[in-house]
């Protein structure tokens, strides 16, 4: 017999997740502060609850996606949270992305509950996430992962058991980083091509054959040669992201150059588009510099698959 979960934070990724959940067959009971993001979910199939704790009781085991620290603390422990709800022996599936100490700290509050903790973080974009196709970053206990390992492949077409609890927000956060310093290098890069004369669409596709390559120019190049950026990620993420990896950098005794000078350009980008732009507007200040558009024909205003 299949785990029953509750599913908090219903955004972007989150709604994703759910719904592949959901698509799998598993029983899933949902909560987010959007009624519309919780309909949406309720027409797949979901059943709704009024609360984390509500959600939580009728269902023996919690996931959340949230988008910081702060409200994961609040829907973990605070007031209707999950720790209310939770039952002795139940899991906490937290899927946000967290600091290695935040984590840490609140697997501890729900230990003393308890609750035990699997960190869960996924890398690869939410247009993966759609189509279950996401990658997952797992700490905590191996026999616990094994047993929501079904949930876990559910949502996510690949995942890796990092170590314990705190192990996963380490390797995400430095995914995140890599992400952010290619997305200024990318841009960077179509630029040159640009006042270079190169046909953008070409020099796109000569970037993805050759060693330059990545990940991030091969998804989100698309998206600034469009001109929709819509990337499902905001500038307020992504500085939140960096944010971490700066304080690792500073804890672990590594100077991180690279991403302390992408972290700067971010801190611009949020002051010039504002922190609710998409993460891939950074691009934007460079076509605004310049006062040169990226944009060439046949590509798409949202990834697919």
């Keep these: 017999m299949s785990e029953s979960y509750a599913f908090i934070g219903l955004g972007h990724l989150g709604g994703n ?8 067959g598993f029983a899933v009971t949902v909560h987010d502060r959007d009624p519309v993001a919780v309909e949406r ?8 609850a009024n609360s984390p704790a509500e959600a939580a009781t009728r269902a023996g085991n919690a996931i959340s996606c949230l988008p910081s620290p702060k409200v994961s603390e609040a829907v973990l422990a605070g007031p209707g949270g999950l720790l209310e709800g939770l039952p002795k022996g139940g899991t906490w599936i937290e899927m946000s992305t967290n600091g290695r100490d935040e984590i840490v700290r609140l697997a501890a509050l729900a230990s003393a509950k308890g609750i035990e903790t699997l960190e869960c ?3 690869g974009g939410v247009h993966l996430a759609a189509v279950g196709r996401i ?13 929501h390992r079904p ?11 990092m170590g314990p609890v705190g192990s ?15 997305l200024v290098a990318a841009g960077e890069a179509l630029m040159l091509a640009k006042q270079g004369g190169l046909d953008l669409a070409q020099s796109y596709h000569a970037i993805v054959a050759s060693s330059g390559n990545s990940f991030v120019h091969e998804t989100e190049s698309q998206l600034i040669l469009n001109g929709s950026y819509d990337i499902g990620f905001t500038m307020d993420l992504a500085l939140k992201d960096l944010g971490f990896a700066l304080t690792m950098g500073r804890d672990f005794g590594v100077p991180l150059q ?19 732009a998409w993460s891939t507007q950074i691009v934007k200040l460079l076509e605004d510099t310049v006062s040169s558009d990226l944009r060439a024909p046949g590509f798409p205003a949202k990834l697919e698959i």
């Design 121 to 123: 973080p996924v890398t």
């Design 258 to 276: 690279l991403a302390s000078h992408v972290n700067e350009i971010f801190q611009i980008g949020k002051q010039e588009y504002g922190g609710g």
């Design 17 to 24: 997740l759910a719904a592949s959940l959901i698509r799998n």
């Design 168 to 182: 996963a927000a380490v390797i995400k956060v430095i995914t995140n980083m890599l992400a952010f310093i290619h």
């Design 41 to 48: 979910l309720v027409a797949l199939g979901a059943t709704a």
């Design 151 to 161: 949930a876990i492949e559910a949502m996510c077409a690949k995942s890796f058991l």
């Design 135 to 147: 990658t997952a970053l797992v700490g905590g206990d191996a026999t616990l992962y094994e047993r």
